[in-house]
């Protein structure tokens, strides 16, 4: 198996392992919301930073997944499927004794997937011109002189 597809599967297996966190999390009750609301924190702000770390695992995920996309797509796309999974948990969480459904957390998720995936791509961009700069000092070590 090569270098980039066991990065794949690391990637998308660590998707998969954050949405099963925040599952559990959801299904706990009130047990995981009594400590935020001790301090004063906001649901919203929890759920921002919750699905602003499944944004950003999707993107990186996207954007190894699929380099040959448009950047705009897989960002659309990311934001998409982070909402969308979002939406199933406030679902989920409809079910849960002690945790209910509240429009501010749909837009919490919503936000936190939007600024996940832009932090991804900044990300991205970063590694991206770091290694072209080790890439073209690489090349210019190697040349022989003329």
Known sequence: ???ELVLRWLLWATV???MVGIWCLSAMGSQVTQPADATGISDFWLHLILYGGLGFLM???MAVTWPERQSWLLGSAAIGLTFLYGLTDEFHQSFTPG???D???IIGNLAGATVGQLGAVVLLAVCS????RCSDRTRVMTEPPV
């Open 99 to 101: 945790r209910g459904t």
């Open 1 to 3: 198996m090569g270098d």
């Open 129 to 132: 011109g770091l290694m072209r």
């Open 16 to 18: 998969v392992a954050y």
């Open 103 to 105: 429009p501010e957390d």
């Open 59 to 61: 993107r990186l995920a």
